[in-house]
């Protein structure tokens, strides 16, 4: 009221003219082009210029509701609406009234007064400076985000005010030499710049999501460990598109979709999902039509799902992880919100998957490569060069504090060649895998059980005192002494099986009372085996003693 008081709006003759200019706001707000979250309006000051500063307020708040309606702004955003009313309504006014100051008046002929050329130009000037303020302000205020004037989306936005500006003055300059006609020849160009700067921008975005994708998949390469590569694969996706729900599912035998990762709400929840077949709910047909779909509401998905979705998740992504045409999993991300996801985003999400199913599978490889090379093949105990590194891993955490107390054993099987050459190298080799169960079962997680060469075992024993140890090493000797180990042989076409009683002569040391590194260690132990076990009788335990 006090704008139209003020400065009341010369209309006389100009009814049809001002509805043509709402109709060009009105295709140009409804193919917006958002830059920073801030909606770019090429016109406004035009408007100003030729009806006054009523009439421009009115049609930029008209466009603003039809921007955010064109946006799909969701409920918990739509403190935008006011925001935004209240936002351009200051800039508006504040950029009139400095207009006003500068003696500027509206519906002049710049032609025929070219004095007021540069309070014209001037104009646009000051709306857009105070527009970058306030934004920063409200950025500021309610994100805590501080806005630099370097930023990428700063001189976008910056930018193309300079290349749409001539264009303004062209079609201001125009209108008043000839007229509604004007909004012809230049409005239609004007409303196409907009609508090909939002194509170029949108193309921006694309080739950025394109160089992160680039970025993720060479950092998933980096890694070997399958939980990390996933792991690392939705961090990075998060930062790219809004993440609240995230699962990857793997494919079994059966054709059943078993949860291999759960992410909800940036906790790592555990598998205990119900799986879903082949063509149930959104994951199952995805792996029927090895098609990527993407769902903007609940709605759009609630009669399809049967699967583990939560009850506030809206947008949905769901894509095919293929490797050499063969699809290996499912990627489902969700988002609380409606309308979360472009179809430019799904193109992306497709991408990373084959990345990530290259990525997972050279994890997977590397991961059994090393299990086997860490494995004795006949026991399927861990090895010599497994405990050797583990030993040197259980003595750095002794010299960093992390660990106080370092127990081994070492046991050898005795007379085994006579078993050997009583009842074959097979049976030998029944009797060291039977041996190593035993071990297993009774260990358990209180150390590390390994082949260390021969008839020869070690079990590493973490924060296990030496006293300790000999009570494990005497269990040990008496699960192999008292009871047999049985032999399956076949003689003359008839299967048999025998029983055959052995022993074992252990020898245990412990760090870092008995040794300062991993060699002494084994040294000593091996030491206590042969002289104190061995040299005494066998089927004992002898304890290293300097």
């Known amino acids: 009221?006090?704008?139209?008081?003020?400065?009341?709006?010369?209309?006389?003759?100009q009814g049809i003219s001002l509805f043509a200019f709402?109709?060009?706001?009105?295709?140009?707000?409804?193919?917006?082009?958002?830059v920073n979250n801030t909606p770019i309006f090429l016109i406004q000051w035009v408007v100003f210029l030729t009806f006054g500063l009523l009439a421009e307020i009115i049609m930029v708040q008209v466009g603003v509701l039809v921007l955010l309606i064109r946006l799909k702004v969701q409920k918990d955003q739509m403190?935008?609406?006011?925001?935004?009313?209240?936002?351009?309504?200051?800039?508006?006014?504040?950029?009139?009234?400095?207009?006003?100051?500068m003696g500027g008046k509206t519906g002049i002929d710049l032609i025929a007064e070219?004095?007021?050329?540069?309070?014209?130009?001037?104009?646009?000037?000051?709306?857009?400076?105070?527009?970058?303020?306030?934004?920063?302000?409200?950025?500021?205020?309610?994100?805590?985000?501080?806005?630099?004037?370097?930023?990428?989306?700063?001189?976008?936005?910056?930018?193309?005010?300079?290349?749409?500006?001539?264009?303004g003055l062209i079609l201001y300059i125009l209108y008043a030499e000839v007229g509604i006609l004007a909004l012809l020849i230049v409005g239609v160009p004007f409303v196409s710049?907009?609508?090909?700067?939002?194509?170029?921008y949108s193309s921006e975005k694309v080739i950025d999501y394109l160089q992160k994708a680039s970025e993720i998949s060479h950092k998933m390469a980096e890694h070997l460990d399958v939980n990390e590569v996933m792991e690392l694969f939705i961090l990075k996706l998060s930062e790219m598109v809004p993440v609240d729900y995230a699962y990857i599912l793997d494919i079994k035998d059966n054709g059943e979709l078993h949860s291999l990762y759960r992410k909800e709400h940036e906790l790592i929840k555990p598998n205990d999902l119900i799986p879903t077949n082949k063509n149930e709910g959104i994951s199952g047909l995805v792996l029927a039509t090895r098609k990527s779909v993407l769902f903007h509401s609940k709605k759009k998905w609630k009669n399809i799902a049967k699967e583990f979705l939560p009850e506030d998740a809206e947008s949905i992504i769901c894509v095919p992880i293929v490797r050499s045409n063969e699809i290996l999993g499912i990627l489902l991300l969700s988002s609380t919100k409606k309308s979360a996801y472009e179809k430019s985003q799904l193109m992306i999400v497709d991408i990373l998957c084959s990345h990530f199913a290259i990525a997972i599978e050279n994890a997977r490889h590397y991961e059994e490569t090393k299990a086997k090379s860490e494995r004795c093949a006949l026991t399927k105990l861990f090895n010599y060069r497994y405990i050797e590194e583990k030993l040197n891993e259980e003595f750095s955490r002794l010299q960093n504090g992390s660990r106080h107390l370092l127990s081994l054993i070492i046991l050898d099987i005795d007379h085994f060649?006579?078993?050997?050459?009583?009842?074959?190298?097979q049976s030998g080799n029944e009797i060291l895998c039977e041996l190593a169960d035993r071990l297993i079962n009774l260990i358990d997680t209180a150390g590390i059980a390994a082949r260390y060469g021969g008839?020869?075992?070690?079990?590493?024993?973490?924060?296990?005192?030496?006293?300790?140890?000999i009570g494990w090493a005497e269990l040990i000797r008496q699960i192999i002494a008292?009871?047999?180990?049985?032999?399956?042989?076949?003689?003359?076409?008839?299967?048999?099986?025998?029983?055959?009683?052995?022993?074992?002569?252990?020898?245990?040391?412990?760090?870092?009372?008995?040794a300062d590194d991993s060699l002494a260690l084994i040294r000593h132990a091996d030491r206590a085996l042969y002289v104190g076990a061995k040299q005494a009788g066998r089927n004992k335990v002898a304890e290293y003693v300097k």
């Open 1 to 13: 009221m006090l704008t139209y008081h003020f400065y009341p709006p010369d209309l006389s003759g």
């Open 22 to 34: 709402f109709i060009l706001m009105f295709l140009v707000s409804s193919m917006p082009m958002v």
């Open 79 to 101: 403190f935008r609406l006011p925001l935004n009313s209240l936002l351009f309504f200051t800039v508006s006014l504040f950029s009139g009234l400095a207009y006003f100051a």
């Open 114 to 167: 070219p004095q007021y050329f540069w309070v014209a130009a001037a104009y646009p000037v000051i709306h857009f400076t105070l527009n970058q303020i306030l934004i920063s302000v409200i950025q500021a205020a309610l994100y805590g985000r501080r806005v630099s004037f370097l930023e990428k989306d700063l001189i976008w936005e910056t930018v193309t005010s300079l290349i749409t500006f001539p264009i």
């Open 193 to 200: 710049l907009s609508i090909i700067l939002h194509l170029y």
């Open 417 to 425: 060649k006579k078993v050997n050459d009583t009842y074959g190298h």
């Open 455 to 469: 008839e020869e075992f070690i079990v590493l024993m973490p924060d296990t005192s030496k006293e300790d140890a």
């Open 482 to 514: 008292n009871r047999p180990f049985i032999l399956k042989q076949t003689i003359d076409g008839r299967s048999c099986s025998t029983k055959v009683y052995i022993t074992a002569s252990i020898g245990v040391a412990a760090a870092p009372e008995d």
